[in-house]
């Protein structure tokens, strides 16, 4: 089988597992609701923003952890978007260890 072949298969395979099924679907839940896509979308621009400063070594004013802790609570308190949260960490966590996997056979060919 040639890897193209294996790649294809890898592709299905990903697109018929549970992580991303679920993925998949509580995306679709969640973009039901308009309001729902903006509060995740404020959490995710809050969120970059404060690793941003952190990586950068600025500081977090007061305003900015108050907000994201508001945003927070709004996200936890809904379950749809919580849901969704959840299976794209999982979904996130299983592409992350394939490519680990992919990339490590070529890593200890430079060694």
């Known amino acids: 089988m040639s ?7 890898l592709a299905s395979e990903i697109r018929d597992s549970k992580e991303y099924k679920d ?3 509580n995306m679709k839940e969640m973009k039901k609701d308009k309001n729902m896509e903006l509060l995740l979308a404020e959490y995710k621009k809050n969120q970059y923003n404060l690793q941003y400063s952190t990586m950068n070594s600025k500081k977090i004013d ?5 907000r994201m802790e508001d945003i927070q609570k709004k996200v936890k308190n809904n379950e749809k978007i919580y849901n969704y949260l959840l299976a794209e960490q999982k979904f996130n966590i299983m592409m992350d260890n394939i490519n680990n996997i992919i990339a490590q056979t070529v890593t200890d060919d430079y060694k």
């Open 23 to 25: 993925f998949i679907k």
């Open 62 to 66: 007061k305003k900015s952890m108050k």
């Open 3 to 9: 890897v193209y072949n294996t790649a294809t298969k």
